[in-house]
């Protein structure tokens, strides 16, 4: 795998997934987006998820509603936070699952904001682990 690219098995892709993460994860209300941070049980719990899944990987799984704006418009949010977990997913502590939920508001972000959401869901993350 090239150092920054973006495999997807590093992705939440199935509905149990995103379900699991919703029902069990910690919910952190970020200005543009609703996140869900899960962690995983180990293998048992990727079982399924496709070859060369490892606990060890934080995997981003993305959710922008109809309600948002057209498709070019979801689409190019979801491209945008793709793009800020990419950069910096190594940040992150390991076995993670963050399920991103846009809300309204996000229809006009830009990248920067994308990466101020990232920079205070890393800054919750690392003071909920210090608790």
Do not use: C
Request: charged share 30%; net charge positive; proline share 5%.
């Amino acid at each position: 795998m090239r150092p920054q690219g973006f495999p997807a098995r590093l992705r939440v892709k199935k509905r149990r997934e995103f379900l699991f993460a919703q029902g069990q994860g910690q919910k952190i209300h970020l200005r543009n987006f609703l996140v869900f941070v899960a962690r995983r049980r180990g293998a048992a719990s990727v079982a399924g998820s496709g070859p060369g899944v490892e606990p060890s990987d934080t995997r981003i799984g993305i959710t922008v509603t109809r309600k948002i704006g057209k498709a070019v418009t979801r689409n190019r949010i979801k491209r945008l936070v793709r793009e800020g977990f990419r950069r910096q997913r190594r940040d992150f502590p390991p076995g993670l699952d963050l399920v991103w939920i846009a809300k309204r508001g996000a229809a006009a972000i830009h990248y920067s904001d994308v990466i101020v959401d990232f920079d205070a869901l890393r800054r919750r993350l690392a003071a909920g682990t210090r608790r």
